[in-house]
C-alpha cells in the first residue's frame, strides 16, 4: 500500500490532496458530499481581518474549459472564522490553511498574529488575488513588495507560512526567490490567471466586475510550467494547483515539483474529485512500485 | 454507516438520471422526464438540480435548472435553450444518462395559513411554479409569456389550478399584457393570502411593490449565474437586506426563494 503522507514545512499531511481557497468554503458544503478527513488539507476560503461582502454579480462566466470568478473575496472575517468555522474545521483530520487577504501589509500581520494563536495548521498568505481592488495582487507582483510583506509577516507568524503567487507576472521565480528571503516556509501556486469575457450582444463584460480570474484545465499547462521553474529555483515545498481535473494531473504536478496538489475549480464539475484524485495517485504508486509519494516529487526527467 | 460510534451520513452524492422522455414543446423549450428515486423522493417546490451537460473543455459548469414535477421514481425538467449546455441538453436522447447533483436549494415556503396562493410567473420562470401549484386546491396562477407561441403548460397547469390566467405582452394570446396587471386586481379585491412569484426581474420588481402596496406575504425565486451549486464558491449571490445593511446571500444555498422583503432586487 503506497505511503501518501508527505511533510511540508514540518506539517505532515495525510496525504497530498488539498483543496484550494475559495472553492471549498469552510468544508461546510462538500462536507455532504465526501469526508474531509480523507484530505491532506483544506485551505478554507480566504479571509480579511474584517468581513468583506465581496463584488456584484454575476460573478462567474463560463470559458473554454475554464471558468472566469470575480467573487472578490466575500468571508465572514477572521474572526467569525475563528468562532464559527475553525472549531468544527478540527474535528477532521486534514490540516487547516488560513488563507489571508488584506489592503495593508498591517492587514496581513494582524490576521498572522490572530491566527497563530489558534488551532489552525498553516497559513498562507494571499497576495495574489486579482479581483480586489487595493491590496491582493498588487503586493505579489513586484519582488521587492514581496520580499517586504513576506518578512514583516513572518514576524508574526507563529505557524509555517505558505506564500500564495500569481501567475500575472514576468518573472515567477523573482517573486519566489523574494518569498523564500523573506521567510517564507512554502510556496502555493498558482493562483488565477486575470482574463476576461464579453458578451457580442449586449457589449458588455460577463463579469459585473469586467475582469476575473481565470482557472480550470485551460491553465493548467502555464501552472505545471511554472510549479517545474519555481520548484527549480527555490529549496521551499511547493504547493501545486490549476486545472487539476484528475489523478493524472495531479501527478503532472508532482513530477514538476510540488509537494502537494490543490483541487478547485475541477469540484465544481465533480463534488468528489478531490476523493479521486487521493485514491488515483495511491493506484498510481502501486502499479510503478513507488512506496511513498515524495519519491515522485520533481522527479520528471527533463531534457538536457 | 458506524464509525467508531459515531454516526456519519453522506446527505448528497451524484444521481445518476436516466432519461425517460425528452421533447421539444415550443422554440427552444424541452421538456424532460429523468429516472432517479432520489431525486422523486427528496423534490421539494422550489429547488433545482445542478446537470453535467458535458466535457469539460465546452460545459465546464454544470446548469441550474428547476424541478417542474415529480412523480414517483421520475422527475420532470424543462428548459430553454439559451447557451451551449441547455443546446447539450437538448441534443440528448430517452435512454441516456445524465449527471445531476441534488435536489439543491431551498423550497417555497407552504405554511397552513396561507391556503389561498397567488402565483405568478414569466417565461421561464413559470416552470418550478407548477409542483408549487400542485401543493394547493385554491391556487390562482398568472403565467405571462412574449408572445402565443411561447405559451407552454397551459394543459398542466389548468388541471391544478382553481383559476389560471395567460398573458402575452403582444396581446397574440390571452390578456394582452402583463401577469402583474392582474395579479393586482385581485389583490385589490382582496383576494389570495400569500404570493409566489418566478421570472424575469422586472416582473419580479413589480410583484415585490405590489406585495408591499397590498401587505401580502411573497416569495421570490431568483436566478443568478452558479458554480459549484451547492454553496461553496459565493458566486451566485443576491443582495438582501436586513436592519439597513445590505449582504449578499446565496442564491443556490440560502434560495433559491427569498421573501420579497429580504431582497432588494438591485440586479
Known amino acids: ?304 | 454507516m458506524q464509525t467508531g460510534g459515531t454516526e456519519v451520513a453522506y446527505l448528497k452524492s451524484i444521481q445518476e438520471c436516466e432519461i425517460i422522455s425528452i421533447e421539444q414543446i415550443a422554440p427552444q423549450i424541452f421538456d424532460m422526464w429523468v429516472k432517479n428515486d432520489v431525486l422523486a423522493a427528496q423534490a421539494r417546490p422550489g429547488q433545482f438540480v445542478h446537470i453535467d451537460c458535458g466535457d469539460a473543455t465546452d460545459n465546464f459548469l454544470r446548469r441550474p435548472i428547476s424541478i417542474c414535477d415529480v412523480k414517483s421514481n421520475a422527475v420532470r425538467i424543462l428548459f430553454e435553450v439559451k447557451g451551449s449546455g441547455t443546446a447539450a441538453l437538448a441534443c440528448k436522447k430517452a435512454g441516456d444518462v445524465l449527471d445531476m447533483l441534488g435536489p439543491l436549494g431551498n423550497a417555497f415556503t407552504v405554511l397552513e395559513q396561507y391556503r389561498r396562493p397567488l402565483i405568478i410567473g414569466g417565461g421561464i420562470g413559470i416552470f418550478p411554479l407548477y409542483l408549487l401549484a400542485k401543493q394547493f386546491s385554491e391556487a390562482q396562477v398568472f403565467l405571462g409569456f412574449r408572445c402565443c407561441e411561447r405559451v407552454v403548460m397551459e394543459q398542466d397547469f389548468k388541471n391544478v389550478a382553481k383559476e389560471l390566467h395567460i398573458t402575452t405582452d403582444d396581446g397574440s394570446y390571452g390578456y394582452h399584457g402583463y401577469a402583474v396587471e392582474l395579479l393586482e386586481r385581485k389583490l385589490a379585491a382582496k383576494e389570495g393570502d400569500i404570493i409566489y412569484a418566478c421570472g424575469p426581474l422586472p416582473m419580479l420588481r413589480a410583484t415585490k411593490a405590489l406585495a408591499e402596496k397590498y401587505n401580502v406575504k411573497c416569495q421570490l425565486s431568483m436566478e443568478q449565474r452558479m458554480g459549484c451549486g451547492i454553496g461553496a464558491c459565493l458566486v451566485c449571490t443576491c443582495e438582501t437586506t436586513s436592519k439597513g445593511a445590505n449582504h449578499y446571500k446565496r442564491v443556490c444555498k440560502n434560495g433559491p426563494v427569498f421573501w420579497s422583503d429580504e431582497v432588494t432586487l438591485n440586479g
Not at chain 1, 457589449?203 to 501552472?223: K, Q, T
Request: proline residues 5%.
Open chain 1, 1 to 304: 500500500m503506497a505511503d501518501l503522507r508527505i511533510n511540508i514545512a514540518g506539517v505532515e499531511l495525510e496525504n497530498p490532496v488539498v483543496t484550494a481557497s475559495g472553492t471549498f468554503g469552510f468544508g461546510r458544503e462538500y462536507g455532504e458530499f465526501f469526508d474531509p478527513g480523507e484530505l491532506g488539507a483544506i485551505a478554507v476560503k480566504g479571509l480579511t481581518l474584517n468581513p468583506r461582502e465581496g463584488n456584484r454579480s454575476p460573478r462567474i462566466a463560463q470559458t473554454p474549459a475554464g471558468i472566469l470568478n470575480s467573487v472578490g473575496l466575500q468571508n465572514p472575517g477572521v474572526e467569525n472564522f475563528i468562532k464559527f468555522e475553525l472549531p468544527d474545521l478540527k474535528k477532521h483530520s486534514a490540516k487547516i490553511i488560513a488563507n489571508m487577504s488584506g489592503n495593508t501589509i498591517e492587514d496581513y500581520c494582524s490576521m498572522a498574529d490572530r491566527l497563530s494563536g489558534t488551532e489552525v495548521d498553516m497559513l498562507e498568505m494571499n497576495i495574489s488575488c486579482p479581483n480586489v481592488k487595493q491590496g491582493g495582487v498588487a503586493f505579489g507582483t513586484d519582488a521587492s513588495t514581496v520580499h517586504k510583506i513576506t518578512s514583516e509577516v513572518r514576524k508574526y507568524a507563529k505557524k509555517p507560512l505558505i506564500v500564495k503567487l500569481s501567475p500575472n507576472v514576468t518573472d515567477i521565480c523573482e517573486m519566489a526567490k523574494a518569498a523564500e528571503a523573506g521567510g517564507a516556509d512554502a510556496l502555493s501556486l498558482i493562483n488565477t490567471i486575470l482574463g476576461m469575457k464579453i458578451d457580442i450582444h449586449t457589449r458588455r463584460p460577463v463579469l459585473a466586475n469586467n475582469v476575473g480570474g481565470l482557472s480550470g484545465p485551460a491553465v493548467m499547462p502555464v501552472a505545471v510550467r511554472m510549479v517545474w521553474q519555481v520548484a527549480s529555483a527555490v529549496k521551499l515545498p511547493v504547493i501545486g494547483m490549476g486545472g487539476i481535473m484528475s489523478a493524472e494531473d495531479a501527478i503532472e504536478f508532482l513530477l514538476a515539483g510540488a509537494s502537494a496538489v490543490a483541487v478547485g475549480t475541477g469540484m465544481f464539475k465533480n463534488p468528489m474529485l478531490p476523493v479521486a484524485v487521493k485514491n488515483g495517485i495511491g493506484e498510481y504508486m502501486d502499479q510503478n512500485n513507488i512506496k511513498k509519494v515524495s519519491e515522485l516529487v520533481g522527479a520528471v526527467r527533463v531534457y538536457e
